[in-house]
Structure formats: structure tokens, C-alpha cells
């Protein structure tokens, strides 16, 4: 693993991006970061995005608001946010997409009967849903991208959200890489989380980062928001004027 740089995103790869991966390991790689997930209390910046909107009144009132998840991977984030729709009454229409094969299945099997979310596999560039698209979420999905794929993936957002976006992902910093580490092997989590979780910290982000690729994406600086979220999350949304 190469040594942390704070001063740039590290270009090392990460064990669950291979495409000789098998089902097994990568749904046991999965399972064991959606646990993390909610020991970190992951999905909560999200849900606040989604709550603000409700709040503001962009929640469409004659249908379901149309959202779409990017890198899906377990589905864990979808299905918080169905729980948290269906608790609060909200019409949702959720659709997971994600490039890797094995991720539909994964969700799928990980999904309740009776919760209705779409599961699509597909490169997100290459997708073309049913229907207009009102909100695209992503959690923890951006760093897995270069820099030239991720400022391809906010003008497609840009393009193809009609009400706004949510991106959900990490802060890169030294205590976060060095504290996953150590955690991940006193909890004995699944070998990929271990190496990858470090590798993840040492690809994302900090605020220069995204101030400059939103400015590259051609999003004004007051039209995005950079927040940081605990523990170690650093969130990028944008709800576009009604």
C-alpha cells in the first residue's frame, strides 16, 4: 500500500475494482462495509438531503420522486432511504445502478420482499432510464473515479438531475486512514475492506478537490455545497432552482 499523501488523491487501486472478483467475496466485501456503514452513520447526510427537499417542497406532489443511486454496490444506502420514505409517508421510486455485475444480485438477495427498488446493471454513461430523472445520489462511489471520469460524471449529473444531487463520500486525512486501518483489523472485517478502506481515504477527497472540479464541471461556486459530516465524510449537494 502506498504511504498517504494529504497533498494529492493516491491512484492506487482498490481489491474490489478487479474484474476477476467472484460473487462470494464480493458480496462478503459488500455486506461487511454496509456494516460500517451504519456503525458510521453513513447514510445520514443523505437522508438529511433528501429531508431538506421535502422540507423546501421539491417533493413532487402527484407522483413519486424519481431517484437514482450511482455504484449502488449492496443497495444499503437505497434501502435506508426506503425505510426512511416509507416512515415519513414520502412517494419514492428508487433504481440502483451499478457496473458491476455481481451488485444487482447482491442488493437483490440483501433486499426485503416488498420493498420496491430497481436494480440495473449498467455503465452510468451508458444508461437510459424509463423516465426522468429528479435526484441522483452516490455514496462512496466518486473516488473510486479518476479525476477525468469524475468531472465527467457531474456534467452528466448536471444534465440529467432535474431537481438535484448528492454526493456522499469521504475526507481525506491522515487520522481517517490510519484509524481505519487499525479498526478494521481489531474487528477482523473482510480482508478486501481492509486494504480498501485505507485505499479509499487515500483517493478522496478535500475541499480544494471538489471547488476545483465543480468549477471544471461548470457548476458556480454558490450553486454547490461542500460540507463535512462526521466521522471523516466530505459531501458535495446541489438542488438546482424550482
Not at 449529473?157 to 456522499?168: D, S
Amino acid at each position: 500500500m502506498k504511504p498517504f499523501d494529504r497533498t494529492r488523491r493516491s491512484d492506487a487501486a482498490e481489491l474490489m475494482d478487479a474484474d476477476d472478483v467472484d460473487y462470494d467475496t464480493f458480496r462478503g466485501c459488500l455486506s461487511d462495509l454496509a456494516a460500517v456503514n451504519r456503525l458510521s452513520l453513513g447514510y445520514r447526510p443523505t437522508l438529511e438531503f433528501l429531508s431538506g427537499l421535502a422540507r423546501d417542497g421539491r417533493w413532487p406532489r402527484d407522483r413519486a420522486l424519481r431517484v437514482i443511486d450511482v455504484g449502488c454496490g449492496y443497495g444499503d444506502t437505497l434501502r435506508a432511504i426506503s425505510h426512511w420514505a416509507t416512515k415519513r409517508g414520502l412517494a419514492i421510486d428508487l433504481t440502483g445502478v451499478d457496473r458491476n455485475p455481481w451488485s444487482a444480485r447482491a442488493a437483490a438477495e440483501a433486499t426485503p420482499q416488498g420493498m420496491k427498488i430497481a436494480w440495473r446493471t449498467a455503465d452510468i454513461f451508458d444508461y437510459r432510464p424509463d423516465d426522468s430523472v429528479d435526484v441522483i445520489v452516490s455514496a462512496l462511489f466518486t473516488h473510486h473515479l479518476d479525476d477525468a471520469a469524475l468531472l465527467r460524471f457531474l456534467v452528466w449529473m448536471e444534465g440529467a438531475a432535474a431537481v438535484g444531487w448528492f454526493i456522499n463520500d469521504l475526507h481525506r486525512h491522515q487520522l481517517a486512514f490510519s484509524g481505519f486501518k487499525a479498526a478494521s483489523r481489531a474487528l477482523r472485517l473482510h480482508p478486501f475492506v481492509q486494504h480498501d478502506g485505507p485505499v479509499s481515504f487515500a483517493r478522496s477527497f478535500v475541499p480544494a478537490d471538489w471547488r476545483r472540479m465543480l468549477a471544471e464541471a461548470g457548476v458556480q461556486p454558490d450553486a454547490a455545497r461542500i460540507s463535512r459530516r462526521f466521522p471523516f465524510r466530505l459531501c458535495v449537494d446541489r438542488t438546482k432552482p424550482a
